[in-house]
C-alpha cells in the first residue's frame, strides 16, 4: 500500500491490535477489520478449538482484510511455552523458557514454535520474554523468564529471535525495560518499581539491547512505573522510557508495542483517552487492547483525531504506520 495515500482510518486502525471472542470470522471480527481497519488481531485459548479451525480463522481473516482494500494483519499469540502457551496439544507442548538449560533448547522451541505458528497463519509472537528475573524475591517473572543472569538472558532469547524470525514470525521482546524486579501483577494494578536508571542499564536492559542488536521486530512496554525514572506515567505511557530510552539512546527501529491496555495497571488507573494521547505523544507503534468492548473504537476514534489534528501529528501517525508497514511487506505477510 502506498503510505502516501493511506487514509486517515486506515492510518489509525493499523496502530491498534485487538482480541475478539470468536472461532471464526465472524461478524465482530469483521468490523474490526473493515469499520476499525484494525492493523492486527491476537488470538487466545478462546479462539482456538482445533489446528484446522485455527489455520481456516487467520485464512479467512487476512482474506477479508484484503477484500475490504487492507493491509495484510499481524496475527499474534503468546506462546512462550510453560505456563504462558495458547496453543494446546496436538500442539507441541514445551515446559517453558525457566526450565531451559542450554542453546539447544532455545532453538529446538523456536524452530518447532515458529514452524507451528506459521502453519496456521500465525506471524507473530509475543516472546521471547526477556526479563531477568532475581532469585529470592518472589519474581511475578520467575515461572516465565530464562532465568536471574542477565547473560543468559540474553542468550537464550536472541537464540529464539533469531529461529523465530528465519522461520517468518515476527518475534516480540518484552516487557522493556524489565520486570523481574516485580511482585505485583500488573495483570490486577500497577505495580511501582523503586529501581534506579543504573541498575536497569546494569541488570535489566542488557537482554533488550542484545535483543535490538538481533534486530528484533517488536518490543512489548511494560505496565510498570518506574519513579526514579518517570515519576508520572508507566513505561507503557512514557515518553521518556519509550521515545528517549528505547529509540533514542537504544536505537530501536522496530515496532513498539504497549503490554494489554486491559489489564489492571491501566484501567484502573487511566481511561483510554489518557493512554491513546500517551501512546500516540512518546512514538509507540501499537496499542493492544486484547478483549472486546468499547475501548476499541473508542481508541480508533481517538486516533483518528489525533492524525487529524495538525500535520506535525498526520507526519507522526505516518511514521509509524510506515515501520508497522514495512515490517509486514519484510515478513511477507
Same mark, same amino acid.
Given at each position: 500500500?502506498?503510505?502516501?495515500?493511506?487514509?486517515?482510518?486506515?492510518?489509525?486502525?493499523?496502530?491498534?491490535?485487538?482480541?475478539?471472542?470468536?472461532?471464526?470470522?465472524?461478524?465482530?471480527?469483521?468490523?474490526?477489520?473493515?469499520?476499525?481497519?484494525?492493523?492486527?488481531?491476537?488470538?487466545?485459548?478462546?479462539?482456538?478449538?482445533?489446528?484446522?479451525?485455527?489455520?481456516?480463522?487467520?485464512?479467512?481473516?487476512?482474506?477479508?482484510?484484503?477484500?475490504?482494500?487492507?493491509?495484510?494483519?499481524?496475527?499474534?499469540?503468546?506462546?512462550?511455552?510453560?505456563?504462558?502457551?495458547?496453543?494446546?496439544?496436538?500442539?507441541?507442548?514445551?515446559?517453558?523458557?525457566?526450565?531451559?538449560?542450554?542453546?539447544?533448547?532455545?532453538?529446538?522451541?523456536?524452530?518447532?514454535?515458529?514452524?507451528?505458528?506459521?502453519?496456521?497463519?500465525?506471524?507473530?509472537?509475543?516472546?521471547?520474554?526477556?526479563?531477568?528475573?532475581?532469585?529470592?524475591?518472589?519474581?511475578?517473572?520467575?515461572?516465565?523468564?530464562?532465568?536471574?543472569?542477565?547473560?543468559?538472558?540474553?542468550?537464550?532469547?536472541?537464540?529464539?529471535?533469531?529461529?523465530?524470525?528465519?522461520?517468518?514470525?515476527?518475534?516480540?521482546?518484552?516487557?522493556?525495560?524489565?520486570?523481574?524486579?516485580?511482585?505485583?501483577?500488573?495483570?490486577?494494578?500497577?505495580?511501582?518499581?523503586?529501581?534506579?536508571?543504573?541498575?536497569?542499564?546494569?541488570?535489566?536492559?542488557?537482554?533488550?539491547?542484545?535483543?535490538?542488536?538481533?534486530?528484533?521486530?517488536?518490543?512489548?512496554?511494560?505496565?510498570?512505573?518506574? &519513579?526514579?525514572?518517570? +515519576?508520572?506515567?508507566? !513505561? /507503557?505511557?512514557?515518553? #521518556?522510557?519509550?521515545?528517549?530510552? %528505547?529509540?533514542?539512546?537504544?536505537?530501536?527501529?522496530?515496532?513498539?508495542?504497549?503490554?494489554?491496555?486491559?489489564?489492571?495497571?491501566?484501567?484502573?488507573?487511566?481511561?483510554?483517552?489518557?493512554?491513546?494521547?500517551?501512546?500516540?505523544?512518546?512514538?509507540?507503534?501499537?496499542?493492544?487492547?486484547?478483549?472486546?468492548?468499547?475501548?476499541?473504537?473508542?481508541?480508533?476514534?481517538?486516533?483518528?483525531?489525533?492524525?487529524?489534528?495538525? &500535520?506535525?501529528?498526520? +507526519?507522526?501517525?505516518? !511514521? /509509524?504506520?510506515?515501520? #508497522?508497514?514495512?515490517?509486514?511487506? %519484510?515478513?511477507?505477510?
Amino acid at each position: 500500500m502506498n503510505i502516501s495515500k493511506i487514509s486517515t482510518g486506515q492510518l489509525a486502525g493499523q496502530k491498534l491490535m485487538v482480541g475478539f471472542d470468536g472461532s471464526e470470522l465472524d461478524p465482530e471480527l469483521k468490523f474490526y477489520i473493515d469499520n476499525l481497519k484494525v492493523g492486527g488481531i491476537i488470538l487466545f485459548s478462546r479462539n482456538i478449538l482445533s489446528p484446522r479451525q485455527l489455520e481456516d480463522l487467520c485464512t479467512s481473516a487476512q482474506d477479508y482484510a484484503a477484500y475490504c482494500g487492507q493491509p495484510p494483519l499481524f496475527i499474534g499469540i503468546d506462546q512462550e511455552g510453560g505456563v504462558v502457551a495458547r496453543l494446546k496439544p496436538p500442539f507441541t507442548q514445551f515446559p517453558g523458557n525457566s526450565k531451559m538449560r542450554s542453546i539447544e533448547d532455545a532453538m529446538e522451541f523456536a524452530k518447532i514454535t515458529s514452524r507451528e505458528l506459521s502453519g496456521v497463519g500465525i506471524n507473530m509472537n509475543m516472546a521471547p520474554v526477556m526479563d531477568v528475573a532475581p532469585e529470592g524475591i518472589g519474581s511475578i517473572m520467575s515461572k516465565r523468564a530464562f532465568g536471574s543472569d542477565p547473560e543468559w538472558v540474553s542468550a537464550l532469547g536472541i537464540t529464539v529471535i533469531e529461529h523465530l524470525q528465519k522461520g517468518r514470525v515476527l518475534a516480540v521482546a518484552k516487557h522493556f525495560p524489565g520486570i523481574g524486579r516485580t511482585t505485583l501483577d500488573s495483570h490486577l494494578d500497577l505495580p511501582v518499581s523503586d529501581t534506579t536508571l543504573k541498575e536497569l542499564k546494569n541488570f535489566d536492559i542488557p537482554p533488550f539491547k542484545a535483543a535490538i542488536e538481533k534486530n528484533v521486530s517488536g518490543i512489548m512496554l511494560s505496565h510498570i512505573k518506574y &519513579e526514579k525514572i518517570d +515519576k508520572a506515567w508507566p !513505561a /507503557s505511557l512514557s515518553n #521518556i522510557i519509550a521515545k528517549d530510552m %528505547l529509540r533514542k539512546e537504544l536505537g530501536f527501529h522496530g515496532i513498539v508495542i504497549t503490554d494489554d491496555l486491559d489489564m489492571g495497571a491501566i484501567e484502573k488507573h487511566y481511561d483510554i483517552k489518557t493512554s491513546i494521547d500517551k501512546i500516540f505523544e512518546a512514538d509507540i507503534d501499537i496499542a493492544l487492547i486484547c478483549h472486546p468492548g468499547p475501548k476499541i473504537p473508542e481508541a480508533f476514534e481517538m486516533f483518528k483525531t489525533k492524525i487529524k489534528s495538525n &500535520e506535525n501529528s498526520r +507526519k507522526k501517525g505516518l !511514521a /509509524s504506520v510506515q515501520r #508497522i508497514l514495512e515490517m509486514k511487506t %519484510l515478513f511477507n505477510i
